[in-house]
């Protein structure tokens, strides 16, 4: 990956942690001091799954809900491409300047290529062109080693849940 002005962060923890969930909270703090956040949240709501565009707030179901929608299957979850589809549209949008962006998450399927690839790593690979302060990847604690592999990122630090109100 080219050298970046951009400082990069691991966001991890275990699976159904509140990784999201403190993201999240902490967005709404930070926008109301006039930050610039963008990117993707994974939510659960309701038991369901969905994509959130942090910049417009539009969000979407992650989970298949048409018959005609090719199913992504991972573990318990039947995944939309459809939905898949327009997160990766979302990535290969941004290029407004943001104080931070997050893509949550990468995971089993961007490490099949599948899920937000190939945008994910076309928006890796161009960091250094969008003006973006600071990223934050969230990346489950059993696949750190293996993202860090693939995308070969100079990660300034690996954080936990508890570590980001001080982001």
């Keep these: 990956m080219p050298s970046t002005n951009c400082s990069i962060y691991i966001l991890t923890g275990e699976i ?24 993707l949240l994974n939510l659960v709501i309701d038991s369901k799954k969905w994509f959130l565009d942090i910049a417009s707030k539009e969000r ?5 809900l048409q018959e005609n929608d090719s199913p992504i299957n991972v573990g318990r979850y039947i995944f939309s491409e459809k939905a898949f589809d327009q997160a990766r549209k979302t990535l290969n949008e941004s290029n407004a300047p943001y104080d931070y962006f997050i893509v949550d998450e990468i995971g089993k399927l961007e490490l099949k290529n599948l899920g937000l690839e190939p945008a994910l790593s076309h928006f890796l690979e ?42």
């Design 60 to 64: 979407w179901s992650m989970e298949r």
């Design 126 to 167: 161009h960091i250094q062109s969008v003006s973006i302060q600071n990223l934050i990847l969230v990346v489950r604690d059993s696949l750190v080693d293996e993202v860090l592999e693939k995308y070969k990122l100079p990660i300034k630090a690996i954080l936990e849940k508890e570590d980001v109100p001080s982001l």
């Design 16 to 39: 159904q942690s509140g990784k999201s969930t403190a993201l999240s909270e902490w967005i709404d703090d930070i926008e109301k001091q006039g930050m610039r956040v963008g990117g």
